[in-house]
Every structure is written in C-alpha cells, then in structure tokens.
C-alpha cells in the first residue's frame, strides 16, 4: 500500500511560477512510477507529468514549462510549474503505479487527495 500526500499548492499570478510535491510512504518508493495529474473546474482529469525508470514524460500543453522530478533518498516527487496560465488552474493529483504508468487513469494504482491550484489573470 502506498499513500501520497500533495503539498505546495495555492493561488499565483500569470507567469508566475508554483512547486508541488508529493510524499510517498513506503519502502519500495524508488520502484514506483510517479505522475502527475490535474482537474481543472468542470473538466476530466488529465495527464500532466510522469517520471519512470523509463525516462520522463509530459502532456504538450505543459511540455517546456514544467518539470517532473524526483527525489528517492526523501520518497518524495516534485512538479515544478513556470510560466503559468489561467488555464493551468485546477486540483492537482498525485499518482504511483508499480510498473510504468501511463497517460491514462487506469495506468496508476495510487492516488493522493489532490491540491488546489489557482492562476490569476
């Protein structure tokens, strides 16, 4: 069992920049995918980011402004977000998975309870 717990969230100015993380129990931190994933107001959730011992891997629409990293040494996943938009806004969700991920939910076994995000114009 893995629980995910996303910190670092709250509101900011266009262009401005934000830096989520997530702390991951467990002892096998390391073999876990991490991704993350977002839910803007009356949409889907979807994928934003993930990082596997397969490379990194990014939604287009965040490709160059962030950045997915992690930190195994503390089980920790970090999503540094520049140069945001207004339509960056959303709930933000942490995900692991024991194998590879995905862009897809179905991919990740683990979820956290997700973060507010909010981007002012």
């Known amino acids: 069992q893995v629980q995910l717990v996303e910190s670092g969230g709250g509101l900011v100015q266009a262009g401005g920049s934000l830096r989520l993380v997530c702390a991951a129990s467990g002892r096998t931190f390391s073999n876990y995918a991490m991704g993350w994933f977002r839910q803007g107001p009356g949409k889907e959730r979807e994928f934003i980011a993930s990082v596997a011992w397969t490379g990194t891997y990014y939604a287009e629409s965040v490709k160059g402004r962030f950045t997915i990293s992690r930190d195994n040494s503390k089980n920790t996943v970090s999503l540094q977000m520049n140069s945001m938009k207004p339509e960056d806004t959303a709930d933000y969700y942490c995900?692991?998975?024991?194998?590879?991920?995905?862009?897809?939910?179905?991919?990740?076994?683990?979820w956290g309870q997700g973060i507010q995000v909010t981007v002012s114009s």
């Open positions: 995900a692991a998975d024991s194998s590879l991920g995905g862009r897809r939910l179905v991919d990740w076994d683990y």
